[in-house]
């Protein structure tokens, strides 16, 4: 029965899911429309486009339609994954964006791994010592690495790390006279991850580590928690086996639902280090002007944040068993 | 403790007493203070026009002659800060206030009349709340053009569904209590009853997201410019970190002083935030 009710959900999450990629594709839609300008500039997004080629997009975009028309041309090429073309990459914008996403996705995930382990550590370190100085110092640190700009972060690092110290390399992700295959290529990736990873995830630290002191707070003054110290727990086993059990399920919940935040975040480090994923592509599409490319990662980015937050909530619904599923 | 020690109840205290207990709110209060002082005279500290090109020779580090040190054109790192203050608190509160004030407006519809508005709004704000806000700022700016306003409306238009929901929320619970009924049975027209006695009373959780908000529109508007979405004409101290990026290697000054004012804006306006909290929230003032 249990099984029945988890499928269930996972298809209604789904289809909640639905209309917001519809809201996304829209938004771009009247963004093309509702900007200054002649659509048309927006959809070739290069200078230097033949008038062919301007004609060409012209109708395959029914622009001298009717707008319902447009709207169900433009529907239709996204059906099909059609996210357009740059002229400056000579490449459609889906292949373009599916090449840089590995790039995202190694510093992202080496980052969060990193982040959430010391970060959940220090939480629970801190919340068992309310107001002390372990607890006071790592409570200010967390303040100031949320506020202050994660690229300029990433700027004090490379200067000190990279320019001064000469320990890492200061962009890219390979070197050129580095192996291109093998081992010697790993550490070589792993040398040039090193900083951004760094940079990216002592901004994620102080989010998650926030969060796991509150929620610590909050579950070792409950009544569970009382009653596991009388039966004659160790303090161990009170502190890691019962209250981070349950103190971590919001921790979990928050870093899927921050995964819009986090991807902005990864863009922000990409760029100061030209990194070559997305983050840097965004970065020249802005520059270029490339207005498909931009629409593109618009899209792609959405799609990430809207599938992390149904994943979040589908791990959710499995390893909270009190979660009922309607 | 025994039972006669116990107090009957907490003596009352008033709220600026418990912010300046809050030694840490109190002295950040002080330096958002003078920051917001040296901005708004930044004309009269500046010791050169922060457009001026050759004030010095370019490239000096931090000297008795430029403070802060000249970047590659020869400007001087100072006087940019000084203005690039002015914009980039002007972006956050300008930003920060369009969108409290429409989240007021909107929340407190859709709290007060409940119903078919009120699903619609909150379908609105799930949308928002879904889709990867900095990402909906980069095109907005990209499209719309980098002008100045431009930035604040996209940023506060990112930023207004927060503060409905929350106005919202306590809207609800506000609307059915006692002093709204006598004052309906009193015969107060909708307008009163929202304005005049549920908002006061909804006010303390929008003015700490307010101030928070201020500090997010900052760093907001500094990543934009820093992937070149800064309006040229009003140097943001984000479109400063963003020019420095070339010259960082070798000038470390003209990224660290602008970086650091930055920082200590949202910094002072997170800990003030968090002390307007202890102050309004009651539940958390007995800690």
Known sequence: MRGLDISLYVVRRLAQAVPLIFVVILLNFFLIHAAPGDPIDFLVGSMDASPEYIEDLRREFGLDQPLGTQLWAYLTRMAHFDLGYSLRYRQSVLDLILSRMPATLLLMVTALVASSAVGILLGVIAAQRPYSATDQTSTFLALAGYSMPVFWLGQLVLIVFSLHLGWFPTQGMYSLRAPAEGWGRIVDVLHHLALPAFTYSLYHLALIFRLTRIKMQETLSLDFIVTARAKGASEGRVVYGHALRNAILPVVTVI??????????????????????????LYEAIQARDYPVLMGLFTVLSLMVIAANVVTDLIYAVIDPRVVYR | MSMVDLPLAPRPVSALRIFARNRSAALAGLVLAALLLVALAAPLLAPYAPGAIGVGPAMVGPDAAHLFGTDELGRDVLSRVLYGLRISLLV???????????????????????????????????????????FLAVVLVAFFGASIWNIIGAIAILSWPDIARLVRAEFLTLRTRQFVDAARVAGAPAGVL?????????????????????????????????????????????????????????????TAFPGIAIFLAVLSLNVVGDGLNDVLNPRSRER
């Open chain 2, 194 to 254: 929202i304005f005049g006695e549920i908002l006061p009373n909804a006010l303390a959780p929008v003015v700490v997201n307010g101030t928070l908000m201020v500090g997010q529109a900052m760093l907001l508007e500094a990543g934009l410019s820093y992937l070149g979405l800064g309006d040229p004409s009003q140097v943001s101290l984000g479109l400063i970190l963003q020019e420095a990026q070339q010259i960082m290697r070798r000038a470390w000054w003209t």
């Open chain 2, 92 to 134: 956050g509160f300008g930003a920060a206030g369009i969108a409290t004030a429409l989240g007021i407006v909107m929340g407190g519809i859709a709290g007060f009349s409940g119903g078919l508005v009120d699903d619609l709004l909150m379908r609105v704000t799930e949308v928002f709340q879904v889709i990867p806000r900095f």
């Open chain 1, 256 to 281: 899927g639902m921050n995964f819009g935040f986090m991807l902005a975040g990864s863009v922000l480090t990409e760029t100061v280090f030209a990194w070559p994923g997305m983050g840097r592509l």
